[in-house]
């Protein structure tokens, strides 16, 4: 369980997280919604160290994730998915998924390895290949992929639709739902796409100008037609 306590955080004099109080289970899908600007973002680079929160805090099994030093994360459990592809383009496919081994202290193992190309194919068909010829959909797996490297305990994903076509996205998400069942993941998943997460996630909370406006089950929060069109856009 990853519990989030009064988390507040500011660049300059822009308050981008305001007092946000919430909890994301174990073996459990969090959704994170909101508009443009909601702060989305801003809480998983708080809840990862990458933002120095003003008050409040990240706790995993009883441990303060927002003052471990970034070289950390890894070792203790964190793997954060950031916005945008960062695959190393210089690098072949399983270079990358190597890389994503290294936090953790020991060697990456061949089990690891033979894990990531089990839930994603193609990754094993192009593992010799150069990172620079993915398509967006298979840097995506490949960023997740490499995250899972590490084996995390809780995995947070910062809009990985973006930019894919509607049957990638679907292929994407239903293997999370089997990661999350198997491994018992805790996940943050934050979308602009609110139908498709609500689809996936137990959980969801919703974000308005840094604040938390709500938090309930997914199938509540798809359910509340107000609350959609106020924020969720759909
Ligand atoms: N590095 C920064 N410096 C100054 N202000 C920032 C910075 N990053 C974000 N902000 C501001 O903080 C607020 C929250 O931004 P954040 O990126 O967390 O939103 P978001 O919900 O992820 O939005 P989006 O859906 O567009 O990705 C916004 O007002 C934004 O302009
Ligand atoms: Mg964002």
Do not use: C, W
């Not at 995390?152 to 994407?172: M, Y």
Request: charged letters at 20%; aromatic letters at 2%; glycine letters at 10%.
């Amino acid at each position: 369980m990853l519990t989030v306590t009064d988390l507040t955080a500011s660049y300059g004099p822009v308050t981008a997280l305001d007092g946000v109080s919430f909890e994301a289970p174990r073996g459990e899908i969090t959704a994170v919604l909101g508009a443009n600007g909601a702060g989305k973002t801003t809480l998983l680079r708080t809840i990862s160290g990458l933002v120095r929160p003003t008050r409040g805090t990240a706790a995993l099994a009883g441990r303060d994730l927002t003052r471990v030093p970034t070289e950390q994360m890894a070792r203790i459990g964190l793997a954060h998915v950031p916005e945008g592809r960062g695959v190393i383009t210089q690098l072949t496919v399983e270079e990358n998924l190597r890389l994503g081994g290294l936090g953790r202290g020991s060697r990456v193992k061949i089990d690891d390895l033979a894990r990531a190309y089990s839930l994603f194919p193609i990754l094993a068909e192009r593992r010799r290949q150069s990172a620079h010829v993915l398509s967006g959909g298979e840097r995506q797996m490949l960023v997740i992929a490499r995250a899972l490297m590490a084996r995390p305990t809780v995995l947070l994903l910062d809009e990985p639709s973006l930019g894919l076509a509607p049957r990638i996205v679907v292929q994407i998400f239903d293997l999370l739902q089997t990661l999350v069942a198997a491994d018992g993941l805790t996940v943050l998943l934050v979308e602009q796409n609110a139908r498709s997460a609500l689809s996936i996630a137990d959980r969801g909370v919703v974000l308005n100008l840094g604040r938390l406006v709500v938090q309930d089950k997914a199938s509540a929060l798809a359910e509340d037609v107000q609350l959609r069109h106020a924020y969720l856009g759909f």
